[in-house]
């Protein structure tokens, strides 16, 4: 395990690479692992990464303080690049945001049109893509299915195997 009890200055690497010297103290250790991945114990190196960061981002840290602890755990030599590339990921974090979704296509503008004024499915198609294109939460997507069934619009798939639809046998 890497312990000592005076530590020297890391050294930040221009290839995203931090090497604490020795064993290296924990202090260090501890900071670095909040935001840096261990890439190898003898010797100690982490990597610095995007998720490395977004993960000190959703706790709260600050980038600037993790620039702070790096500058000065290097003794001031900390490359630009690599400043300049944490502020950049710091600057993208929450920015994109992914969802799954279902596309809804109606063959015309007026059966969307339709669809988004019933009850029973206009809180599905608010998120018009097209005039006859929505997205649908996916979690939405029973529920929808559902309702349609029940209005009587014929779906263009066989939905006999869809779970959450209600199966009638012929008589």
């Known amino acids: ?7 020297g200055p890391i050294t930040v690497r ?5 090497e604490v010297p020795g064993p290296g103290d924990l202090y260090t250790r501890f900071q670095l ?3 840096a991945d261990l890439k190898d114990e003898e010797p100690c190196v982490y990597s610095l990464s995007a998720a490395g960061l977004g993960r000190a981002l959703g706790r709260n840290v600050q980038v600037e303080q993790i620039l702070a602890f790096l500058s000065q755990a290097a003794g001031g030599n900390l490359p630009a690049n690599v400043a300049g590339q944490l502020r950049l990921w710091a600057g993208r974090f929450g920015q994109v945001e992914l969802e799954e979704v279902v596309v809804l296509r109606t063959r015309s503008e007026r059966a969307l049109k339709e669809l988004s004024v ?21 979690e939405d997507l029973p529920a929808l299915r559902r309702a349609l069934q029940a209005l009587g619009f014929l779906l263009p798939r066989d939905e006999a195997d869809d779970p ?8």
Not at 1 to 7: E, L, S, V
Not at 164 to 171: I, K
């Open 1 to 7: 395990m890497c312990i000592r009890d005076r530590p």
């Open 14 to 18: 221009p290839d995203f690479c931090v």
């Open 33 to 35: 692992e909040r935001f």
């Open 118 to 138: 019933l009850p029973e499915t206009r809180a599905y198609v608010t998120r018009r893509l097209s005039p006859v294109t929505v997205l649908v939460r996916k």
């Open 164 to 171: 959450d639809l209600p199966h009638h046998q012929p008589g």
